[in-house]
């Protein structure tokens, strides 16, 4: 009985996996892994445990580890341009609870975005803020522009003088106002710490904003999501200080905020894929960068002129690889996501700044994210038949169940992996047999 169990959940991945294939995965958070890194994931370093950092184990065994950690550290603070980079953390949430371990104490003030302007909820005080015994106080945000107010937030941040100022979002259209912000911040002294989780690869990519150069001092993101590599976290820094002696202890609070703060094992597979992927976005994170933004914002205009509610118009929709659609006259956010999941395009419904954040699950948004799509081949012309295809669920109301037949037999020639070594030859969505029923 237990095998058939385990058999059936082994089919549910293989119908999983099918599905994705067939899909247009929207999903802004998300992207598939390339070749040569799914291949180090499943190798023995899943079975390891090293703490610490290299040379300085509390475990044997790590002595090819300690070589693929250093070189992942190597080419992260070569990707990201700094001196400063731990690989370690194990999520983008875990990278965020090793800075507030690190920079705060409980019963301090911070200041951040509000959730309801897409901040995301490790953020929030049911989250790892929340958990560390300290207050989020929230920007004012400005609907129009899809951004922060940034003379009410420069009035705040005067008011509150928080110990740190948290900047980046999960909706994350255009660029947060550091430069804007940063005689403020420097006024009041206040650490600035960038969650750049969606747009790390954009950023690396030289796209969007770049939060070390601009004032930040510590930037903490998930290895996943535009940075297309395995499911991980990441810190990278400028510390403040004048001299490289206060610039090394702040660099080491952080890392003692990773280990011993926050984790314990730092699971070698994904950090050796993530050696590959970070290798990879040096190589072709440009022009991925770039066409993810292109491909955003063709949607984005492709939508627009069917009369969808796209947001941020005044500054061209997006920066990013995201777009944000008022979908309140075609039924709310939940109907619309729920039936383009079963046409196989797959978003999520998303709180608007203007929606009640008490009311999550039926919110009048819908975020779509182009990374994926982008990573599989399609360019600006493809993202006009991704726009009509969301066009003839959300707004035409043709029943999801034909409009997904055209999706299946659209989404057949982007199955391969691209911008990536062996780019465009290997697939994006596969499943590695390797049990003999
Ligand atoms: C996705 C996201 C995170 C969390 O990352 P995980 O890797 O899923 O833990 C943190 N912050 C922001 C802004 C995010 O969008």
């Not at 992207?31 to 190798?43: D, F, G, H, K, R």
């Not at 920079?103 to 005080?125: C, F, N, Q, R, Y």
């Not at 960038?194 to 747009?199: Q, T």
Request: net charge neutral.
């Amino acid at each position: 009985m237990s095998m058939e169990d385990a058999l059936r959940v082994r089919e549910l991945v293989k119908q999983h996996t099918k599905w994705f294939e067939e899909s247009l995965p929207m999903i802004a958070s998300e992207n598939v892994i390339s070749p040569m890194a799914m291949e180090l994931m499943i190798t023995d370093l899943h079975n390891r445990y090293a703490e610490g950092l290299p040379g300085k184990r509390y475990y044997q065994g790590n002595i090819y580890v300690d070589q693929i950690e250093e070189i992942t550290t190597e080419l992260a603070k070569k990707l990201f341009k700094t001196d400063y980079a731990d690989v370690r953390p194990i999520s983008g949430t875990n990278a965020n609870q090793a800075v507030l371990f690190a920079l705060t104490s409980p019963g301090d003030v911070i200041t951040g975005p509000p959730l309801e302007g897409g901040a995301h909820i490790s953020s929030a005080k049911f989250g790892a803020v929340g958990m560390r015994g300290v207050t989020k106080i929230e920007y004012p945000f400005d609907v129009e522009e899809m951004n922060l107010d940034v003379d009410l937030t420069a009035k705040l941040i005067r008011q509150v003088k928080p110990k740190v100022a948290l900047f980046g979002r999960s909706v994350f259209l255009f660029p947060a106002p550091i430069k804007e912000l940063k005689d403020v911040l420097d006024e009041v002294g206040a650490r600035v710490w960038y969650d750049g989780a969606h747009v790390l690869g954009l950023i690396a990519g030289g796209k969007f904003q770049d939060p070390l150069r601009e004032g930040v001092h510590v930037v903490t993101g998930s290895t996943h999501k535009t940075l297309p590599g395995p499911q991980r976290g990441i810190i990278i820094a400028n510390p403040p200080g004048e001299d490289e002696e206060k610039k090394a202890k702040f660099w080491k609070k952080i890392q003692r905020g990773v280990f011993p703060g926050v984790i314990s094992n730092h699971h070698l597979h994904t950090m050796a894929a993530l050696a590959v992927s970070l290798a990879e976005h040096i190589e072709f994170g440009a022009k991925y960068a770039d066409q993810i933004v292109r491909n955003a914002k063709a949607l984005a205009q492709a939508l627009y002129e069917y009369g969808f509610k796209v947001l941020g118009e005044k500054r061209g929709f997006t920066e990013s690889h995201t777009i944000l659609v008022d979908v309140k006259e075609q039924g709310g956010g939940r109907r619309v996501a729920v039936d383009l999941e079963k046409a196989n395009i797959i978003c999520n419904f998303n709180l608007l700044p203007y929606d009640d954040p008490r009311k999550p699950m039926n919110p009048s948004g819908i975020r779509l994210g182009v990374q994926e799509l982008t990573r599989v081949g399609m360019k600006e012309s493809e993202m006009q038949h991704v726009a009509d295809l969301i066009k003839r669920v959300a707004m035409d109301n043709e029943p999801p169940e034909k409009v997904r037949e055209d999706v299946i037999a659209f989404k057949k020639d982007y199955t391969k992996v691209h911008y990536c070594f062996g780019d465009g030859e290997y697939p994006a969505y596969p499943f590695y047999e390797l049990f003999r029923v």
